[in-house]
């Protein structure tokens, strides 16, 4: 069983690194935190529990301890919660709080994204030291076109992942039963939000993505993000 806690040592071409499974976010999404511990050595659970963060993912712990690179070594607390910023990229910037950011400080930029990484991206990151300042939108030539743009409600789809493609498909038929339209693309659905939700509002498309995500609970789903348009 997955606890809040565990350690899970991911393995790199040299040396290894280690994530902290740091709660839950839905019953499917678990927030992990990247522990900034020296990728050639050995450290203990205790030391790790002293460990900073490097920066928060979202992924699901199970899923991980299938992938190869991932095993778990142990257990170390977490100390605190975070506040996410969420990707707007049909508007060019982000929310952080309900509030539109079209241009983040530098303290805005060390936020966690709130997005599903698989597995092999997680190695990518560990292996090139990857930060969330590092990954910024090229927001300044859409600034205008925001704020001059219609503020109409607007659709949201949100994009899920399952193991194989039959599994994708009972997923899908619970779905549409359930009311939402679903674009099966093998593993992968769009599931769409059928009623259109205010522009720009991360608690009203949290809630959507929630419902979305229990129902394909069972199914085990890898949460990959959504897209407002």
Not at 32 to 47: F, H, N, Q, R, Y
Not at 81 to 89: E, I, P, Q, W
Request: glycine content about 8%.
């Amino acid at each position: 069983m997955n606890k809040v806690g565990d350690i899970l040592e991911v393995t790199l071409s040299k040396g290894s690194g280690y994530i902290r499974f740091a709660g839950r976010e839905r019953p499917s999404i678990h927030m992990l935190e990247v522990l900034d511990a020296p990728i050639d050595a050995s450290p203990t659970p205790l030391s790790l529990a002293e460990a900073a963060v490097k920066f928060v993912f979202l992924s699901n712990v199970g899923i991980l301890k299938k992938h190869g690179a991932f095993r778990y070594v142990g257990s170390a607390p977490n100390k605190e919660r975070r506040t996410y910023k969420f990707r707007t990229r049909t508007f060019g910037g982000w929310v952080i709080d309900d509030r539109f950011i079209p241009k983040l400080t530098r303290e805005e930029a060390a936020l966690p994204i709130w997005e599903g990484v698989p597995g092999d991206e997680i190695v990518k990151r560990l292996e090139s030291g990857w930060v969330p300042e590092m990954d910024t939108l090229d927001i300044e030539a859409d600034i205008k076109r925001y704020a001059t743009s219609r503020r109409d409600p607007v659709g949201l789809a949100v994009f899920v992942r399952f193991a194989n493609k039959a599994v994708a498909e009972r997923a899908a038929g619970v779905l549409v039963l359930a009311g939402y339209k679903v674009e099966n693309r093998g593993r992968r659905l769009e599931v769409k939000v059928a009623q259109e939700m205010p522009a720009i509002n991360s608690s009203a498309i949290e809630a959507e993505e929630g419902k979305i995500l229990e129902i394909c609970a069972p199914f085990e789903p890898f949460y990959e993000g959504n897209e407002i348009g």
